[in-house]
């Protein structure tokens, strides 16, 4: 059953050309498509109708980068000003409704200016994460196919400066897909080469533009494809479609959040995530919020009191993170004593997603806050939240471990392996009955049969999550596990299988498993184990060297992928299957079984004693 009232009532909150008539067609399951005959733009309902409404001297973003030492302002005036000059850039190197731009920058305005620059000519826009490397941005750009990549010469990390401009070039060069075009701001701190005859830096891309208009675009044309880990290193195009993400966004910043136009809100990502997609950019601007761009980290930059200069300096009103976030503050000053020296009065609630939250970090959050801190569980796919406490709606007494209960528009239910519901309290898939709600991703790009069959083929009529957990007496839903080889790193979403599959590349590895092993801080990391060749002349240490290099060098920083050893065999089932579950047990000092149908149980004591010189167990 959907609520027609409430998505139709959504849909009168957003300025259309064409207001939808139908609400919902579900002829060709799982292909549902909210407001089909609708016609929008998500640029204009993000920015021109906040300043055609008086709002064009309110604050739409501000951007605090400590990593530069620089702070800017935005008003929505002067943001729709510089989103309708790129846009017109753009158009100037012939982007049209529909094509693909890519985007791989850092924490800066021009990576917010550009995403809506597309949204506002109708183009696709896919960003990137900066901290991917060549060869992952380069199967990016073969499956986006862009016309124009819009990159940066750097990016800053606590540590270095990272030139995005080779990894860009070196992308480019693998990929079989070559951009007509790349646009490139060029940085203080560094100042990228260009190629003649393809790339131009932004400031001379913007000197000679002429604003452009919106273009209004079908409901269910795509505002964007972000990609997404899942079990093989070929990533997940997700599609998401401009009505039902402007409809649903929107929503979902008053319904949940309990934000209103002019409040300041504050989500602690980065744009090549789906929370900086959502709650950076569309959400807070779609609602006239004022949104903050923070180029910096939780610690070191300079000291774990950073979120607190932020939120006290711009009056934030509601924020929002990943735990690992709050459990770095915590490493560093666990008796809060940063967070003391800031007047945190206009803060009213922090929510957390990403990665399970642990209820002793929900717990320290909030000891040390003072407001409701909420865990609310959501993916990529689903782009907003699918579980939470509904500030906006009704505040629900809190239970640490738990997202609270589905949101509306979710029907959330935990099956077993045989597509039967379980009994409250027991563990099981968490799924969601068809239809999903709008604002969730329509298909994968150019992969419809892998939509159908990653998400909607094992329990027909319901979207599997690939998350497994479980829903009490009271719908509070707790969220426990993968069901799959997706990993959480620091709340960044990481294949094991794609780690895998660049280890199995190197000619001395016969074979090799990635594990998840728990951790106190980044709640998790990939732990490899190699089996040499026979006959391979490489020591341990050279080719454990090796490997995790290679993981950097083709993965990128962001999969952490420090920790690997050499052993002799991996165990495995009698027809073949690893046994990662048992393996990553072992690592985390849980208690396990010898599983039935393992072939050569001593396998396992060589890798307790390898995951034992790794130092696993933790203590
Ligand atoms: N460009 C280039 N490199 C990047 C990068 C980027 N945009 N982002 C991260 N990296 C690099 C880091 O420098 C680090 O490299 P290193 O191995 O040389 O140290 C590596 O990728 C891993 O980064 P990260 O996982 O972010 O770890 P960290 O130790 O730098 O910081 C936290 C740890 C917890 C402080 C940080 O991950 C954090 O703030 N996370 C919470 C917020 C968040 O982003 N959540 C995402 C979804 S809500
Ligand atoms: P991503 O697509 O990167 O947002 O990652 C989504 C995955 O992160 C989910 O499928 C979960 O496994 C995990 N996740 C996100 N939020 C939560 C949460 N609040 N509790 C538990 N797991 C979460």
Known sequence: MIDEALWREAAGNVSWYRAPQVLLDDRNPPFYRWFPDGELNACYNALDVHVESGRGSQDALVYDSPVTDTRRRYTYAELLAEVALFAGALAARGVVKGDRVLIYMPMVPEALIA?????????????????????ELAVRIDDAAPRVIVSASCGIEPS????????????????????????????????????????????????????APCTPVAANDPLYILYTSGTTGQPKGVV??????????????????????????????DVGWVVGHSYIVYGPLLQGCTTVLYEGKPVGTPDPGAFWRVISDYGVKVMFTAPTAFRAIKKEDPHGVYLRRHDLSCLKALFLAGERCDPHTLEWATEQLGVPVIDHWWQTETGWPICSNCLGIEQLPIVPGSPARAVPGYDVQVLDDNGAPVASGDIGALVIRNPLPPGTFITLWQADARFVD?????????????????????????????????????????????????????????ECAVIGVADPMKGQLPLGLLVVNAGASIDDDALVARAIAHVRDRIGPVAAFKQCAVVARLPKT??????????????????????????????????????????????
């Not at 597309?118 to 991917?132: D, M, P, Q, T």
């Not at 002019?262 to 990502?269: E, K, P, R």
């Not at 959480?488 to 590349?505: F, K, M, P, Q, Y």
């Not at 004591?605 to 034992?612: F, G, P, V």
């Open 454 to 510: 990653a998400y909607f083929s094992r329990f027909p009529g319901y979207y599997e999550t690939g998350d497994a957990g479980y829903i009490d007496d009271n719908g509070y839903v707790f969220v426990m596990a993968r069901t799959d080889d997706v990993i959480n790193v620091a709340g960044h979403r990481l294949s094991t299988g794609a780690i895998e599959e660049v280890l199995a590349d190197d000619e001395d590895v016969a």
């Open 115 to 135: 995403m809506l620059a597309c949204a506002r000519l109708g183009a696709i826009h896919s960003v990137v994460f900066g901290g991917f490397a060549s060869h």
């Open 240 to 269: 998401r479609d401009t009505g039902g993400s402007v409809v649903a966004l929107k929503w979902s910043m008053r319904a949940i959040y309990d934000v209103e136009p002019g409040d300041v809100y504050w989500a602690a990502s």
């Open 160 to 211: 270095r400066v990272v030139s995005y401009k080779p990894l860009l070039d070196g992308a480019i060069d693998i990929a079989r897909h070559k951009p007509e075009c790349c646009i490139v701001l060029q940085r203080a701190a560094e100042q990228a080469p260009l190629q003649e005859g393809r790339d131009i830096a932004w400031s001379d891309a913007m000197a000679n533009a002429e604003p």
């Open 574 to 619: 009698r027809s073949g299957k690893i046994l990662r579950g048992t393996m990553r047990s072992i690592a985390d000092g849980e208690p396990w079984k010898m599983p039935a149908t393992i072939d050569e149980p001593a396998i396992l004591d060589e890798i307790a004693a390898a995951l034992a010189r790794l130092g696993y167990p933790h203590g």
